[in-house]
């Protein structure tokens, strides 16, 4: 795997431990050749994205103990699949980017600067 690094060309943080994130479940948005989803935008998640998700079929909000998810509430961070991110950007639900917590692969799907504009961890 190659090294971890965050679409800022620094090392990449964690995005959440609680609930347990990343496609590997490590807490990272790491990514390999078996993450066909590439799970790697680092959000804070809204309502309004929640709903979107379940409209769209991926109920992120109910809890699925079989898989120990907890299911996700408002203000929860989440490895989201890049392609599902665009999809809620392009209709105007993206949430909030944590900046340096996405993987560096996120940016062979999404744009820098759409990143940027939903960045929750830049100012301005």
């Known amino acids: 795997m190659d090294p971890a690094i965050n679409v800022l060309g620094t090392p990449l943080l964690p995005c959440s431990a609680d609930p347990l994130t990343g496609f ?3 807490g990272c948005c790491n990514t390999g050749p078996q993450d ?3 799970h790697t ?3 804070i998640v809204t309502a309004e994205f929640l709903a979107f998700s379940k409209y769209l079929g991926n109920d992120l909000s109910t809890p699925r103990p079989e898989y120990r998810f907890p299911g996700l509430k408002p203000g929860d961070r989440w490895c989201l699949c890049a392609a599902r991110f665009l999809q809620a950007a392009q209709e105007y639900v993206a949430p909030p980017v944590v900046l340096a917590a996405t993987h560096r692969r996120a940016l062979d799907i999404l744009p820098l600067e759409l990143l940027r504009k939903h960045a929750a961890d830049l100012p301005g």
């Open 36 to 38: 066909q989803g590439s």
């Open 24 to 26: 590997f479940r490590d």
């Open 41 to 43: 935008v680092c959000v």
